[in-house]
């Protein structure tokens, strides 16, 4: 009776703690996906930009000039091109890193 009771309120306390880690990742990625996201789509903009035969881009001189003419041309949501994909990845990510993580920790304190 006594193990039963002791394992049903561990299995609690871990659905618990694994809710808050999914809530805890979904918030962590969004938070990074919306701060990183402009600065990748500029960087793979800038990357993919046809060369002259000097190497140096055609279409944009600068970050900043890419930036100015993405949001001039397209508007401030062009910066946010890909960013459910972003975000999933990053989510899922997470996830993975904060489970092994407590896994090792779990581990490593019992031994």
Not at 95 to 105: E, M, P, T
């Amino acid at each position: 009776m006594c193990k039963s009771r002791r394992q049903d309120l561990m299995w609690d306390q871990f659905s618990k703690v694994a809710d808050l880690v999914h809530v805890s990742c979904i918030c962590a990625g969004l938070v990074a996906a919306t701060l990183g996201t402009p600065a990748d789509v500029i960087k793979t903009r800038i990357m993919n930009q046809p060369r002259d035969k000097h190497g140096r881009g055609i279409l944009y001189k600068s970050s900043t000039d890419c930036f100015i003419q993405a949001v001039r041309g397209e508007g401030f949501m062009s910066l946010y091109k890909g960013f459910i994909p972003t975000w999933m990845r990053m989510v899922t990510r997470l996830q993975c890193i904060v489970c092994v993580q407590d896994l090792l920790q779990h581990k490593i304190r019992r031994d």
